[in-house]
């Protein structure tokens, strides 16, 4: 019984360790400001200018992709749009500490559904979304240990746009994108637009 005891205050002391390194919201604050113009003060994102909502999203994802922004892993490919709109604005976080400090403010926001704009065959979806749950989950929530990001609450005209650029290569084809690399030939399985209107509108349904 005691040893039971001190290891859950061992691991208790651990997870507290772990979420002081994760970063200070307060210090992220002053640093969201530049976000805001695009992605809104609350995180929930803007379809008019193509950012998606951020708010929701697990620390380890946006931490990734900030990291992949700076590091030119994303957003630098030719027809990647609104990824090179994105990419500079990575620049403006100095190091890992500033993007840990943001990340962590953001992790303040609600998670709040958005609005449902993509309509499709949601019955094909479903069987198309089979494939998916292996490294996404049967309900969307992601698995952190496959590096997979948690799905339902996303801005479904954005999941539209990344599977597209999935595909098309825009996105995950660099040398170094290591988790895109392994998304990519998972796209493949979509055949056509159709397909991937219907496995996104599949998706919505998962987080109600
Ligand atoms: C000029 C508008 C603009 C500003 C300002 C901006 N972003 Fe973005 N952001 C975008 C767009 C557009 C995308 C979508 C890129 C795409 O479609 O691939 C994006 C994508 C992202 C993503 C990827 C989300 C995902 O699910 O993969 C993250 C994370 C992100 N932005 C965080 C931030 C943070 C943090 C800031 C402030 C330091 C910021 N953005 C400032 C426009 C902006
Ligand atoms: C082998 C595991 C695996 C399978 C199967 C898989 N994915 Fe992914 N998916 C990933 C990983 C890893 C990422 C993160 C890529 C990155 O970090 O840039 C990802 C990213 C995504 C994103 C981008 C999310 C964002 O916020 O930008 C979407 C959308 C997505 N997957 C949809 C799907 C759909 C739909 C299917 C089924 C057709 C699927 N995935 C199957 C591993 C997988």
Redesign the pocket.
Known sequence: MKTKLRWTLLALAFAAGSASAAGDPAAGKS??A??T???GLAGQGNKA????K?AG?EDW??TR??QNYKKGIR?THAG?T??K??AP??M??ADDAAIAN?VAY?GTFPDTAPAATVTGDVARGETLYKTCIACHGAKGEGNKALNA?KLTG?SDW?AV??LK?FKSGV?GSHADDTYGKQMAPMSMTLADDQAIMDVVAYINGLGK
């Open positions: 640093l969201y530049t976000c113009a695009c992605h200018l193509n950012a998606p951020i999203q994802y946006l992709q900030l957003g990647d609104y990824g709109q994105m604005m990575a403006t976080l943001v953001i990001p996303l954005y746009t990344q650029h996105r």
